[in-house]
């Protein structure tokens, strides 16, 4: 199988163009910058936010999700956390491996504590105060696998932050299972460039595809303003 995307720069560009795309037949010409934000997931997710911030000329900021990693198998993701402290499980393996409340909730603890600490390193500051209260909302990625992380993150903009429109948009995800069809029950519209039945991981799709460093992200949030 062949690589689909360069690097996460080359697969940015690509969504940037879907992504106006969408933007010029949905919306009204006149529709304002501000009224567009880009979410972006550290760290993969902000290399490619910041490509579509910058082509669109729109702001930019990131949201932090974790995954809750099963007792015995931390790879396995049973649900994942949002920085208040909301949660999604999913109920098929928790109830399959008998996993226990006071299991979760202890996960709960510990993740929240953990994604606090990486919104002060990476923006300054954990709280979001409205920003994204009646705004076009593009939450990226650079792919999704299991898909936990971003559907609690696209459960919380869509429940919790009241923005006007959201567009989920990965250049990869895969065909098997049933994320995408998730994702489309709460998100007003997903955009993905690639979806393979043959996928094991988001990486197989990259020529380059170099862990982000806590520096880049860092460098990119400075660009929008952010003192970290």
């Known amino acids: 199988m062949t690589t689909r995307f360069y690097d996460r720069r080359d697969a940015g560009k690509y969504l940037a163009e879907k992504i106006k795309l969408y933007i010029k037949n949905n919306f009204n010409s006149e529709a304002k910058k501000e009224s567009f934000i880009v979410m972006a997931i550290p760290r993969g997710g902000v290399i490619i936010g910041d490509i579509i911030a910058s082509e669109l000329n729109i702001d930019m900021d990131i949201i932090i999700s974790k995954k809750i990693g099963a007792e015995n198998n931390p790879e396995l993701a049973i649900g994942a956390i949002m920085a208040d402290g909301s949660y999604i499980l999913n109920e098929d393996i928790v109830n399959r491996i008998n996993i226990s409340d006071e299991y979760i909730q202890t996960q709960v603890e510990i993740q929240k504590k953990e994604i ?46 009241h923005c006007k429109r959201l567009i989920v948009a990965v ?19 997903v955009i993905v460039i690639f979806t393979p039945y043959d996928f094991a991981a988001v990486g197989q799709f990259y020529e380059h595809f170099d862990q982000v460093s806590d520096k880049e992200v860092k460098e990119i949030m400075n660009k929008y303003n952010f003192v970290t």
Request: charged share 35%.
């Open 116 to 161: 606090e600490r990486r919104l002060m390193e990476f923006r300054g500051k954990k709280d979001y105060h409205n920003k994204l209260k009646d705004r076009v909302t593009i939450l990226v990625d650079d792919g999704i696998a299991t898909g936990a992380t971003v559907l609690a993150a696209v459960k919380w903009i869509k429940e919790k932050q």
């Open 171 to 189: 250049p990869v995800a895969p065909a098997e299972g049933n994320i995408l069809d998730k994702l489309s029950q709460i998100a007003d519209k």
